[in-house]
């Protein structure tokens, strides 16, 4: 079954404390991308990926980081998460105009 | 900055009814996407068109595309109550690589009572 699977779902944290977001894609799809989703803001982009290797900025950058060593996998990093990001995010992979979601990771930061 | 601004932002309607949302956007297109999402899932990709298109048909989906007017609008035709969701239209801009900067709007909540 195609499928883009997150790790954690749900995560509670506290200020500074450093952590990752793994993505997963099992479709060989060549672009990934994150997302944050908060309430009458809707979805932004934070980074995108057109292959292995090859990352971008989205509209929302400040405060994160990723990583696209290998094709199936593009984790988002937060290395002193602040109380802002809380938010929900998604992973996403895309092919022929068509993006896929993965399932979300809410995330709060205290 | 937002690309796509959907409006209603909710609308209720009757089961059976037809429920119509528009999106406006302000740039130039390579396409339009329409993108469904159940309470705090990932979203789901509905339609897309083209922005040399000017309609399109799924289901009890039937999408249009004005691009003079800069606006789309999604109809869904006999609604049911399973079709309560949010619903957001996407824009992908007119250069090559444009599915990467995918910009989504605000979205529209969309309730269906039975």
């Known amino acids: 079954e195609a499928q883009v699977t997150q790790n954690p779902r749900y995560l509670i944290t506290v200020t500074g404390k450093k952590l990752t977001v793994t993505c997963s894609q099992n479709m060989n799809h060549e672009y990934m991308s994150w997302y944050r989703q908060d309430p009458g803001l809707g979805l932004r982009q934070i980074y995108y990926?057109?292959?292995?290797?090859?990352?971008d900025k989205g509209d929302v950058p400040e405060g994160y980081k990723v990583s696209r060593k290998e094709k199936r996998n593009f984790p988002l990093i937060l290395e002193s998460p602040s109380p802002n990001q809380t938010s929900l995010y998604f992973c996403a992979t895309w092919v022929s105009n068509e993006q896929f979601f993965g399932p979300g990771t809410r995330l709060t930061v205290l | 900055s937002q690309q796509g601004e959907e409006d209603p932002q909710a609308l209720s309607i009757q089961e059976g009814e037809n429920a119509t949302m528009n999106c406006s956007y302000k740039?130039?297109?390579?396409?339009l996407q329409w993108y469904r999402q159940n309470s705090g899932r990932g979203l789901v990709h509905l339609i897309l068109i083209r922005s040399n298109e000017r309609e399109k048909h799924s289901g009890r989906l039937r999408v249009t595309l004005d691009t003079s007017k800069k606006s789309s609008s999604l109809l869904i035709t006999a609604s049911r109550a399973a079709d309560t969701a949010s619903y957001f239209c996407?824009?992908?801009?007119?250069?090559?690589?444009?599915?990467?900067?995918?910009?989504f709007g605000k979205g529209i909540t969309l309730s269906v009572r039975p």
């Open positions: 996407a824009t992908a801009p007119d250069y090559t690589g444009a599915n990467s900067k995918l910009t």
């Open positions: 740039t130039s297109i390579n396409n």
């Open positions: 990926s057109m292959n292995v290797e090859v990352t």
